[in-house]
């Protein structure tokens, strides 16, 4: 079976069309040329190539530089391919769907400074004009899931990194999105915080059996997350392995990090990632 | 011995007024039309900075010359002074705002006007506070000046009036009044801005703390 076909449901054997759907993603940026000639164009992604299935929890790693920003601009929209094809639900992205929910790496600039948790946490639904009633209660539900019912009131820069990262998944969460996706959402908190916030995105998949791309450079977080692992390298920015995961659910900090598997995981990862 | 000055007051305090709610609206529309449209911030931007560090009082006999003396000559001159920094400063506090801030305005669904709004202008507003003070020294100063030349009424004309006529304690009154206005509209301005901007530098100290 080819990437990019479609693949048969777990469940009812039928087909189904893939969440995401990458082909051949190339993204090139033209750079002014500076004196020193180092100007010219930068090519990110070079060959991308894989489908996301409904449901699903993806991990996209590798190395610094190796354009898994652009991937995952590209993923939301916000950036356009400069050749190949990004389907979300089988149509191409031209702009930011309303089916997709983007957590930023850097939740200090992410949220909003002027609004209080639950009026940030609010405002998507502001602008689809969800009634005041059925708003406060998305508010109210959506801050309980990532276990801040009494934030709501505080402004962001008032609570801690992880708690401020948990506002974002919930704001983004808050209109019920198709596709999460996340950009090395927990690489600016320690690593406690980290391993918490790892279990409630696995406990916020199953509530809301929402689809999954998670960005990152941690190995470790990868394996224990996913479902899936692509990994992507650099010069050139092409899929080089995607590897299936078959740990069991749900997993658990301890004894699925001690079970052998993961290790093999972890290694095979880590050689593709660091290219030994 | 304040007195007599403090009469005169309430004819300048209304010029202040009028010149600077006018310069603060317009200002911040056109900054905002400005950064919406490049084409045309592109091909206005040199003039407004010439215009920006033009000393205005150099202005007062133009102004005399288009409106004559009275009302609208002052109001027009202190708003076309007090204009420019606002202006610039919503121009530039609009460019700077983080792209981050924008990239999550899209992906929440908000449109490009209602991110304006709803994104923009609370992310510029520290910088177009700034702004409106600035403007607000200007003005002040403007509704002085405004008045050396050919009027009747205002402290502006008080102190020079007073100086003519060798009434200095007129004259220091006054100079002492007008110190008194500028003060009470800073802090006026200063309590506003700290109503306004109190997320702004809550988050600036929470910063700081980390």
């Known amino acids: 079976m080819k990437v990019g076909d479609l693949k048969p449901d777990a469940e009812s054997g039928q087909e189904v069309t893939p969440v995401v759907s990458l082909r051949h993603v190339r993204k090139v940026y033209t750079s002014p040329v500076r004196s020193g000639g180092h100007g010219g164009p930068k090519v990110a992604l070079q060959d991308i190539t894989f489908d996301v299935a409904r449901g699903e929890f993806a991990c996209v790693v590798g190395p610094s530089g190796a354009g898994k920003t652009t991937l995952l601009r590209t993923l939301a929209g916000l950036a356009q391919p400069t050749s190949g094809e990004a389907l979300f639900e089988g149509a191409p992205l031209r702009s930011v769907p309303p089916g997709i929910g983007v957590v930023f790496q850097d939740y200090g600039r992410s949220l909003y400074p002027w609004l209080t948790v639950a009026r940030n946490v609010d405002l998507p639904l502001r602008v689809r004009r969800v009634p005041r009633a059925e708003r406060a209660q998305r508010v109210a539900e959506v801050l309980g899931s990532v276990g801040l019912a009494d934030a709501g009131r505080s402004y962001p820069w008032q609570l801690s990194g992880g708690m401020q990262q948990r506002v974002a998944i919930a704001r983004s969460l808050a209109y019920r999105p198709d596709l999460l996706l996340m950009d090395e959402p927990f690489a600016s908190v320690d690593a406690q915080t980290r391993f918490e916030l790892e279990d409630l995105i696995l406990r916020i998949r199953q509530e809301f059996g929402v689809t999954v791309v998670f960005v990152t450079h941690d190995i470790d977080e990868a394996v224990y997350l996913a479902d899936r692992v692509v990994a992507i390298s650099k010069s050139p920015g092409v899929v080089t392995e995607i590897v299936d995961i078959t740990l069991g659910r749900p997993r658990d900090q301890i004894t699925t990090k001690a079970d052998q598997a993961f290790a093999h995981y972890r290694e095979h990862l880590l050689g593709l990632v660091m290219n030994r | ?210």
């Open chain 2, 1 to 210: 011995m304040t007195g007599p000055a403090r009469a005169e007051l309430s004819s300048s305090l209304e010029h202040l007024l009028a010149g600077y709610a006018i310069a603060s609206v317009v200002g911040i529309g056109i900054g905002a039309l400005l950064w919406s449209l490049r084409y045309l911030r592109d091909a206005t931007s040199p003039y407004l900075y010439f215009l920006y560090v033009l000393p205005a009082p150099v202005l007062v006999p133009a102004a005399l010359t288009l409106f004559g003396i009275g009302f609208t000559m002052k109001v027009v001159l202190i708003a076309f002074a007090a204009l420019w920094p606002t202006l610039l400063n919503t121009l530039d506090g609009m460019r700077g705002v983080d792209q981050v801030k924008l990239d999550t305005s899209r992906v929440l669904g908000v449109s490009p006007l209602g991110s304006v709004f709803r994104v923009v202008l609370p992310a510029a507003a520290p910088q177009i506070v700034a702004g409106l003070r600035n403007s607000l020294q200007v003005a002040i100063i403007l509704m002085v000046v405004s008045e050396w030349e050919a009027s009747t009424d205002g402290i502006g004309y008080y102190i020079v009036n007073a100086q003519q006529s060798f009434d200095y304690v007129g004259m220091w009154s006054g100079i002492i009044v007008l110190a008194i206005i500028g003060t009470v509209a800073n802090l006026l301005f200063v309590i506003a801005e700290n109503r306004v901007l109190h997320w702004h530098y809550g988050a600036r100290a929470a910063e700081g703390t980390r």
